[in-house]
């Protein structure tokens, strides 16, 4: 075990684990005690990691404090390996659905979709101050002449020119946007309004793509300035083409964290993108554009890509739905290889109406139905009438946050309750920060050698410091942690499979904390800020390591005025239930939404 290791940890067998709220299963919060490090401090740090014999010696120590060693490389684990969270064939059965036909083009799914949603014009989310326009409002306003794609995307080009101008704090919200290749496809898009044959609702709909998926005419970057030389985009990705047959006109690359590779959204090759909530804080990571162009009201839907709770925690952070499906229902093609068992495309809305239309264009039905699930698509209309929904907590992870969190999603509960009659069952479930660092080893295992190929030929000043950093980390852990981490994995699938026999969904905050302050010391080098990332990634890990559906809707706000999430993981293949209960929040919510700093109207602004 070495000389600075402490007595690993020797696990009993998942069987002999009591799930129930009696447990006496320790809960171990993540003990994180390093300062945050920004600036020329990062620098430093880097420069010591990759000193040949010190550089090994200071990662065996972070290492160790950080239980690495301990919970996960020198553990005794009974279980053998798991190493894929693909789920096989199950009969869900869910409440008010729709099931789609298998040979269902995208653009007739996304009809399918439309029909599942209540009948009114305008979105629930028009409170005082606040009109955030859905998918189903551009459809009705294009196909009644109220205003075209082209106004609408000329709106929504002036709105990326001035909030990456010097009359505003830099946004930072894209990588890249192509203005003759928008407009091109938004005339294109008025053109089939004109003659009365839109593709679908979607039809001249702006869709941000997160800069780690293939999107043609431009480079996929991962947030980097080299990748994109290296390995050139040929193709859209599989969702961008379904989204593209829809005739959704996408909007550019939207920026996000270097190779994934972190929570803050601090991008010191592209900008670091703001909250529009309040400019001064982060947007969260890595698809950090993704959830700011959202919720700035730029595009009513972008894709971004989830490997640990990237989508879900920075929807969150800026106050709009974060939807990762069920690992495999999504395709993977065309999106970096950056973590092959863990990551996976998500969609970020304005409302979970547009996320379910968003998931109902991109679903993958390429595969033979013995795979997976037939569809279902959640009839909305008739949420009201949902009954006996059970959702599981884990009280003493549920309270790991900070107090406004934690006092805002418990009263969401309550309200869900109130008017649903739903039930909040107690239960346990162990070994929460094992599973995090076995995710994180794993995550860093896939990343290192996903990029081998690249990185033996790169010069590291080519990289972010902070990225240096991760890298650094995960190419130093071994065959026994990655081995280690996966007989991890197979234990909490059991764990979670066991709660699923009598819960519906899982509820927890969506993070530990809400959006923090970007300093100004960090846009150059990003920052190493281990408490707070931490604290952001706390709930989201099982949707990734377990290949879980799990979504985010926003419940309220901290007394500073930030957003607060609430998350749903459900059992594998159940995102119509996820859907139903994340619109029944947004439902018990949405009066209490208040409109972010910065705030585009692309239905009226001025041209």
Not at 231 to 259: F, S, T, W, Y
Request: overall charge neutral; hydrophobic content about 40%.
């Amino acid at each position: 075990m070495g000389l600075f290791s402490s007595p690993a940890k020797v696990y009993k067998p998942a069987a002999d684990v009591d799930l129930g709220a009696g447990s006496d299963e320790f809960y171990i919060s993540p003990n994180v005690k390093a300062p945050r490090v920004a600036g020329l401090l990062v620098k430093i740090f880097v420069w010591i990691l990759e000193m040949p014999i010190v550089g090994q010696i200071v990662l065996y120590m972070l290492k160790k404090d950080n239980l690495i060693n301990k919970l996960v490389s020198d553990a005794d684990i009974p279980e053998p390996p798991l190493f894929t969270a693909t789920h096989s064939w199950e009969d869900i059965p869910e409440q008010n659905v729709t099931l789609t036909k298998p040979d269902l083009s995208a653009a007739e799914r996304v009809q399918e979709a439309v029909g599942c949603l209540p009948a009114r014009l305008e979105s629930t989310l028009s409170s005082p101050g606040l009109k955030r326009w859905t998918i189903k409002d551009f459809y009705e306003a294009y196909s009644s002449g109220e205003t075209t794609p082209v106004q609408v995307a000329t709106r929504f080009l002036a709105a990326v020119k001035e909030s990456s101008g010097p009359g505003m704090k830099n946004m930072a919200f894209f990588i890249s946007c192509d203005p003759e290749d928008v407009m091109r496809q938004a005339q294109e898009s008025t053109l089939r309004y004109q003659r009365g044959s839109p593709l679908s609702a979607l039809d001249g709909v702006l869709v941000a793509v997160k800069d780690e998926i293939d999107c043609l005419p431009y480079p996929t970057t991962g947030g980097t300035r080299w990748l994109a030389a290296a390995r050139p985009c040929e193709a859209d990705a599989a969702c961008v083409a379904q989204l593209r047959a829809c005739g959704a006109i996408l909007a550019g690359k939207a920026n996000m964290h270097e190779l994934g590779a972190g929570t803050s959204g601090i991008n010191p090759h592209h900008g670091s993108t703001r909250n529009p909530y309040n400019a001064s804080k982060i947007a969260g990571g890595s698809s950090s554009g993704s959830a700011a162009v959202v919720c700035a009201g730029l595009c009513p839907v972008a894709l971004g890509v989830d490997g640990g709770g990237s989508v879900r925690m920075p929807a969150a952070l800026c106050g709009v739905v974060g939807f990762k499906p069920t690992a495999g229902r999504l395709s993977n093609a065309g999106v970096l290889p950056l973590n092959w068992t863990v990551g996976m495309p998500g969609i970020l809305a304005g409302t979970v109406e547009d996320a379910l239309i968003a998931y109902s264009a991109i679903v993958d039905q390429s595969q033979p139905s013995y795979l997976r699930p037939e569809l279902n698509l959640p009839q909305l209309k008739s949420t009201l009438s949902m009954n006996n929904i059970k959702l599981a907590k884990y009280a003493k992870w549920f309270n790991d946050s900070a107090e406004d969190i934690r006092t805002c999603c418990d009263k969401a509960l309550q309200t869900l309750h109130a008017n649903y009659g739903w039930q909040t069952m107690d239960v346990t479930i162990p070994e929460i920060e094992e599973m995090r660092l076995a995710h994180y080893v794993t995550i860093g295992s896939e990343c290192t050698t996903s990029l081998a190929k690249y990185l033996d030929n790169l010069k590291k000043s080519e990289i972010g410091w902070d990225a240096r950093v991760a890298l650094s980390v995960y190419g130093s852990f071994s065959s026994r942690a990655y081995l280690n981490a996966q007989r991890l994995r197979n234990r909490q699938m059991y764990f979670h499979k066991e709660i699923f026999k009598t819960a519906d969904v899982i509820v927890t905050p969506m993070t530990g904390v809400t959006a923090y302050t970007l300093q100004d010391d960090a846009f150059d080098t990003g920052e190493l800020d281990y408490i707070n990332g931490a604290a952001l990634v706390r709930y989201s890990i099982s949707g990734n390591f377990l290949g879980l559906p799990a979504i985010t809707v926003k419940v309220g706000y901290d007394k500073g005025g930030l957003p607060i999430g609430l998350q749903f993981i459900g059992r594998p293949w159940s995102e119509a239930t996820l859907l139903h209960i994340a619109f029944a929040m947004q439902e018990a919510c949405a009066k209490g939404y208040k409109k972010p700093e910065v705030f585009y109207d692309l239905s009226t602004r001025s041209e």
